[in-house]
């Protein structure tokens, strides 16, 4: 089955910097790659999510990548403020038989220093 | 506004006490999901329902198990929690043949 790996586990940036968090993935297969940013105590929510068809993507400050040769893809933040402080997932899925199995990293844990 | 709403929050349960997690939408989607999540973990999924059918994820626990009695509701039972059950419930739901997924707020299970 698929198998998703997430580095780095914790990220420390200063405010208005630039964040990388990357993962890599196991199953050719996979065709849907969503990033969810969950705050403490809250429900994860999607931010941006990118299919194998395609190569990059943007929204405003953050943007996804995908190589699928390699199969990995990374999520960058510009200009990152203190509410981006958050832990990150990524995930991983092959759609299929109408529902949509999800497949997720270990977690990111951003931290955003003014 | 259209949303997935878990109730309770908060559950505090006992050691082999049987114990109910309600998810509700109004988004109307085919598919709901449940997730667990451990402190400091990715979500997990237990098992989904495309409409009444029922998928079990091979790992989930005999322990847990659901029920849809119609589109809009679905639950999770936990038979005989232990203290490893003790984490955040995610309920998520989406349209048939659509990749994203909605994810509602959670119940936070303790076991005492």
């Known amino acids: 089955g698929e198998n998703v790996e997430q580095h780095p586990s914790t990220l420390s940036v200063q405010e208005g910097d630039s964040a990388v968090i990357k993962c890599t993935y196991s199953d050719s297969a996979s065709n849907y790659f969503p990033w969810y940013k969950q705050e403490l105590g809250k429900r994860p929510q999607l931010i941006i999510d990118i299919r194998s068809n395609v190569g990059e993507k943007k929204d405003q400050r953050i943007a996804v990548t995908l190589n699928k040769t390699a199969k990995h893809f990374s999520l960058h933040i510009t200009e990152t403020q203190p509410e981006d402080s958050a832990v990150y997932f990524c995930?991983?899925?092959?759609?299929?038989?109408?529902?949509?199995?999800?497949?997720f990293g270990a977690g990111t844990r951003l931290a955003v220093h003014p | 506004d259209a949303m997935v709403i878990q109730n309770p929050r908060y559950q505090v349960t006992q050691f082999g006490k049987p114990v109910t997690l309600s998810c509700s939408q109004t988004?109307?989607?085919?598919?709901m999901y449940w997730y667990q999540q451990k402190s400091s973990q990715a979500p997990k999924l237990l098992f989904h329902y495309y409409d009444k059918d029922f998928n079990n994820e091979a790992d989930t626990p005999d322990n847990f198990q659901s029920r849809r009695p119609n589109t809009s509701f679905c639950f999770l039972d936990i038979r005989s929690p232990g203290l490893g059950d003790a984490a955040m419930y995610l309920c998520a739901t989406s349209p048939v043949y659509q990749e994203t997924q909605y994810f509602g707020p959670g119940t936070r299970l303790l076991v005492l």
């Open positions: 995930a991983a899925s092959n759609p299929s038989g109408g529902y949509n199995k999800l497949i």
């Open positions: 988004l109307n989607h085919n598919v």
